[in-house]
């Protein structure tokens, strides 16, 4: 037992470095704000994809950000760039996935804000497109405001082939799904 204690205590020691406090430091660069709405067999959510317009020296920086819920209204204040304690090696922006759920029709009171400021917005969700109105600053931008959505039954994907012996198939398997409706 004598010979146990000294183990697990270098162990647990060994074990607090890795929790160690992330390293942080401000947004110090514009985020761009996409939306994006993921199909799923269980329904449709959608999420906030960002990405400060810098570009760090590893790949894995991410925003820190804290998503707040007020009735209706979304609040979205990014608190700063999160730094990896091991570097991807290839360049790339901060990034972040804010995931917002799943959000009915109708119209959304939207704020971003990061380093003291705050935009306001609105999301807008149609059958036909989410659209973003607003929420630009200095610190945000939203290079897509609109998103055409899928139409509720639509079946979509990429066909390819390899050798040119194959195309024949490939086009009577699209022709077939003509027959049936599907468009190109």
């Excluded at 925003?63 to 760039?81: C, H, K, L, P, S």
Aim: glycine letters at 12%; charged letters at 20%; a positive charge.
């Amino acid at each position: 037992m004598r010979r146990a204690f000294p183990l697990l205590f270098a162990c647990a020691l060994a074990a607090g470095g890795c929790l160690a406090p992330e390293k942080r430091a401000p947004v110090d660069s514009p985020i761009l704000v996409r939306v994006h709405e993921d199909l799923a067999p269980d329904g449709r959510t959608l999420r906030l994809d960002c990405a400060t317009e810098k570009i760090y020296g590893c790949s894995n920086f991410h925003i820190r950000f804290r998503q707040e819920r007020y009735g209706t209204t979304i609040a979205i204040a990014f608190t700063g760039i999160a730094m990896p304690t091991i570097c991807l090696t290839s360049l790339g922006p901060a990034t972040a996935a804010i995931p917002l759920g799943r959000i009915p029709e109708g119209s959304y009171p939207l704020r971003f804000s990061a380093n003291g400021t705050t935009v306001s917005g609105a999301l807008d969700v149609t059958p036909g497109s989410i659209v973003v109105r607003g929420g630009e600053g200095r610190w945000t931008k939203i290079p897509r405001p609109v998103l055409q959505r899928v139409p509720p039954g639509t079946i979509w994907g990429l066909i390819g082939w390899g050798p040119s012996d194959q195309s024949a198939r490939a086009r009577g398997f699209l022709d077939s799904l003509k027959a049936t409706g599907a468009r190109e």
